[in-house]
């Protein structure tokens, strides 16, 4: 059985435009700083909101008369875009995690972006090369050495994240082992060097349950800026009858679910931020990941699909 994504995860449907062809114009951002917003973010993610839920933009020339060096410059939409990390946010603020899901698709892919660039700057301080101080330049986007003029560019970790299915009513679903009683989500893990990401998807499963699935289907992806990630979604069969080892310890538990089991779980429409607490005695047995997560679209994308077996 194969199926496709019913709809793009939920951080990867912005459309805003990333003006990336004005970062080397250090005179026109600066003319366009007094008209321009700003996104505070601060050491621990979180942003500032309106009551709605939405992000709260302040005016740029509150933050400084001019472009500061650690601002980065997000987009254009009317007036200029730009985000900067500071120590302390006053008023409402939310969590990506959890109030993502009350933004729309561009402030969504807005905060992403925000998040994953100014988590790089954080630990980009140093050239990897000669160790030499770097400090911003190009609007943010790149970080030079002080020394030797070099350029180095924001990075993104890939990560396979994967549906195991049987190829007709089962999935197979996992959890670590620090996780509460319940929560169980798809196999994911980070690509390593000279490997693609169908043999990723190969051998982290193997790694994490201990089985060899076959037929691993590219879905889609996601920006998962915690820190600096991006979760590439794939689909495998597995056997139902292999037996399951934690080969490296970092699962503390998987099973394989039936579809209404998981459509159950999807039809109450919670995830893991909800106020119950996991482990009591009502608590369902199965909670899935929330919507902010590609997890969340590939197991309800596999859910929704009519069964057939190949």
Known sequence: MHFELAQPPLL???TFNRADEIRDDAARMAAGWPQAKVLLIDPAGRYPVEESGALHWVDATTVAPEPPADAVILGFDGVDLWTRRVDHIDGPTDDARRGATRLSADEGGILATALGILNWHETARHSPVDGSLTTPARGGWVRRSVDSGRDEFPRTDPAIITVVHDGADRILLGRQAVWPDGWY?????????????????????????????????YLGSQPWPFPRSLMLGFAAIGDPAD???????????????????????????DGWTRADTPGEPDAPRLRLPGSISIARSMIESWA???PTVN
């Not at 990401?197 to 060899?212: A, K, M, P, Y």
């Not at 037996?243 to 109450?268: K, Y």
Request: hydrophobic letters at 40%; one cysteine or more; a negative charge.
């Open 12 to 14: 990867s449907r912005a």
């Open 243 to 269: 037996e399951l080892a934690f080969l490296d310890g970092e699962i503390g538990d998987a099973q394989w679910f039936h579809r209404d089991e998981v459509r159950e779980a999807l039809s109450r429409g």
């Open 185 to 217: 989500s798809t196999l994911a893990g980070f690509v390593e060097p000279g490997e693609s990401l169908e043999q990723c998807v190969l051998r982290e499963v193997h790694e994490e349950v201990g089985i060899v699935v076959r037929e691993p289907r």
């Open 304 to 306: 929704a699909a009519s």
